[in-house]
Structures are given as structure tokens and as C-alpha cells.
């Protein structure tokens, strides 16, 4: 009993003091460490990080506008009506002369179409912008004079009255130029320093709006100056009798085939390409039905033989090869006909030789002895020589 007594009172000892040592630290934490919250930035999350344009659909909900993102051209895509907004904030390089008719048709019948496009030059105007080609309007890329350099601030749009306005940030380099083919009627247009960044024309019984950039729709800039109220504005630009639509914006179109935009802008290359694989195929695919004389042997004539082996010697340079042989058949015919001028020395068969074709003595021993071949005429005057001494024998 002594012994558990003393341990006891040695644990609660123990206890104690690790009691004593927490509250310590609990006190010393609570006097040295202050407590504060730290907001950091880290960046868009979610939907936003792929969506450039979320927080503009956010606040026109928040305003009670109907809002959402569409696809273009797909399966799934929604039907457009006659009192709906579109915006389609990118260059549109997905429309085609087919789609881009799609769509002027839906802004005739009375539908809203808000859209940019890709700078371009007016030597050069808009050759893949079938919307903008067909409205004589394009997005030209111009450089500020040194006296417009004081205008790079917001632009001033105007409400109801001169006293009243909105700022909106437009790019300054970007401006609405006009091409002769515009004829349309101007409902409204945003004008600074004779720079026009924004425009809206009548098309049938719908309107076109054209801004010269949608930069200042993005999550980045859609709080500074008054962008989100000019985005309002569009959003909710009906007609007086038109019910209020619902405002769709594109971030994605469906792209065309490679195919399919080949047909459309060079149509000459394929059919040139489909006429060429018909003729390749037609080329290829084997013949049917018996072939005559498959395995009968090409047969020549002696004198083919002999006369492709001259050529092929003469092309080679082998002259004195050719000398050699026609020597060689002279001196046969020399030892058949006259087998007695084999002891002869060469000057007595040259002496008979001269008196039978009455040739001068130093031309046949040229003809006869000499291997220098340096022009084709010698080489020919050579073998005449020796032809004529054949037939003197």
C-alpha cells in the first residue's frame, strides 16, 4: 500500500506540472500572436479561367436580363427567335459564306446581331468576313496622329442629353471604316475625335451592331468606366413592340471541315484534285481481258546489235576501239585476197595499197597507223578512208 500511494501522487504530480506548462503556453500565444485575415489573389478559378466573358453573363442576370452562352452551329444548339440577342464576341472565323447568309437572314426577319471583327486593310477588305463584306463595313487597324495623342482616354457616349454620358473604353487603334458597298441605314453610331468605334445599322427588320473591339466585355474590364452599363443597354435594345428576348453570347462556333472550306473558297483546286485522283485511279486498276504476244521473245536483227554497240562506244569516247575493229577487218580482207603481202614490210603494203585506190601515200598511212582522235571529222575521214581501201581490195 506505501508503494502505490507514493506512485500516485508522483503521476498526479506529473499531471499537474504538463497542466501548469500548457496554460503557460496558452498565455504566452495569447500575448505574442495577433490574429489577422489576408485576402490573396489567386487568379480566376472555375468556370472562369476558360470563360472570359462570365462575369458580364453574372451581372446581366443580376439585372434580371435572360442570359447564357451558346454554341453555334452544332446538334445541340439552341433555335434562335426573332426578339433574342446574339453576340459573338470573337472574328468569326468559323462563319462561312453559307453560315454568315444564315445568319443576315435571321437579322432581316428581325433579330439583334451584336458582333466585331479581324483588322483588315481596305486594299484587302474583310475576304473572309462574308457579314461584314456584305454590309461594306470593315475593322481597320490606324496609328493616332500626334495631335490625337492627348485622346487616349474613354470615350464619351452621350444619354438622352449632353449632361449625361457613359465612358467606355474602346481600343484607339481600332476603328469602323466604310467600303462603297455600304448603303445601309445608320440607327446609331459612338464617334470620337472622327474615329468610329461603334456602329448599329438597319438589316430588314433586325439590326447589326458593330464594335470596333469587345475588349472592354471582359472579366478584366468589365467593372472600369461604365462597360457594364453599355453592355446593358445592348442587351435590352429592342424593338418598342418586341417582347424582351433573351441575350445569347458565342465563345466557341463549330468549325467547318477542311473539306468543306476548301469547296467553298477554292473550288477551281478541287475539282483539278478530284479530276487528277479519277486519272490515278484509272492509271492503276489493272486491265482485264487477255494480253497478245505476253511471252514471245523481242527478237532483233544483227545489225541492231552491232549498231547499239557502236553507239555505246562512240558515247563512251572509245574512238580508237572502233579504229581497231575496222583495221582489224581491212587487214583480214588484205590477207584473203592477197595473202602474199604478209611478209611484206608496211611501206610495200602501203606502195600496193596507193596503187590500187590511187589514195595519196600519207593519208592511208594516217588512216592505217594514227590513234590521235581529236574532233569527230577526224574520226569520220578516217573510217572513209579505210571504207575505200575495203573496196579497192
Known amino acids: ?26 498565455v504566452w500565444l495569447y500575448l505574442n500572436l495577433d490574429y489577422k485575415i489576408v485576402e490573396k489573389d489567386q487568379g480566376y478559378q472555375g468556370e472562369a479561367k476558360t470563360n472570359p466573358y462570365l462575369a458580364a453573363e453574372f451581372f446581366l442576370r443580376h ?25 459573338v464576341p470573337s472574328v468569326r472565323l468559323a462563319f462561312d459564306s453559307r453560315r454568315s447568309t444564315e445568319m443576315l437572314e435571321w437579322t432581316n426577319k428581325g ?26 463595313l470593315y475593322i481597320e487597324r490606324r496609328s493616332l496622329d500626334d495631335k490625337d495623342s492627348e485622346y ?5 457616349i452621350a444619354i438622352y442629353d449632353e449632361d449625361n454620358f457613359w465612358q467606355v473604353d474602346f481600343d484607339d487603334y481600332l476603328i469602323i471604316s466604310r467600303t462603297a458597298k455600304f448603303k445601309s441605314e445608320i440607327i446609331w453610331s459612338i464617334e470620337d475625335n472622327n474615329r468610329v468605334h461603334a456602329m448599329q445599322i438597319r438589316s430588314g427588320q433586325g439590326r447589326i451592331t458593330l464594335l470596333s473591339d469587345m475588349r472592354m466585355f471582359r472579366n478584366d474590364y468589365i467593372e472600369s468606366y461604365d462597360h457594364a452599363a453599355f453592355l446593358f443597354s445592348l442587351a435590352n435594345d429592342q424593338l418598342a413592340t418586341a417582347e424582351n428576348g433573351i441575350f445569347y453570347y458565342s465563345l466557341f462556333e463549330n468549325q467547318i471541315s477542311l473539306y468543306q472550306w476548301l469547296w467553298e473558297n477554292a473550288k477551281t483546286f478541287m475539282l483539278s484534285f478530284i479530276v487528277l485522283i479519277i486519272i490515278t485511279l484509272w492509271m492503276l486498276i489493272p486491265r482485264f481481258g487477255p494480253l497478245i504476244n505476253v511471252r514471245q521473245p523481242i527478237r532483233r ?26 583495221r582489224k577487218q581491212l587487214s583480214n580482207k588484205v ?7 604478209v611478209a611484206l614490210s608496211k611501206r610495200d603494203q602501203i606502195l600496193h595499197l596507193v596503187e590500187l585506190s590511187n589514195i595519196d601515200e600519207v593519208v592511208i598511212e594516217n588512216a592505217l597507223f594514227d590513234n590521235s ?8 575521214k578516217k573510217i572513209k578512208i579505210l571504207e575505200k581501201l575495203r573496196k579497192s581490195l
Open 1 to 26: 500500500m506505501p508503494v502505490s500511494n507514493a506512485q500516485s501522487s508522483s503521476n498526479a504530480l506529473v499531471y499537474a506540472v504538463l497542466v501548469l506548462a500548457a496554460i503557460a503556453m496558452a
Open 63 to 87: 439585372m434580371g436580363q435572360k442570359t447564357a452562352k451558346i454554341k453555334l452551329f452544332t446538334d445541340k444548339q439552341k433555335e434562335l427567335d426573332l426578339v433574342d440577342t446574339l453576340l
Open 111 to 136: 433579330g439583334h446581331l451584336i458582333i466585331t471583327g479581324q483588322p483588315d486593310a481596305e486594299s484587302n477588305t474583310s475576304q473572309r468576313d462574308h457579314i461584314l463584306n456584305a454590309i461594306g
Open 152 to 156: 487616349e482616354e474613354p470615350v464619351n
Open 301 to 326: 536483227q544483227f545489225l541492231e546489235h552491232l549498231n547499239a554497240s557502236g553507239n555505246y562506244h562512240w558515247r563512251q569516247g572509245h574512238y580508237n576501239r572502233l579504229l581497231i575493229e575496222v
Open 335 to 341: 590477207k584473203v585476197k592477197h595473202p602474199e603481202w
Open 373 to 380: 582522235v581529236e574532233q569527230v571529222n577526224d574520226f569520220i
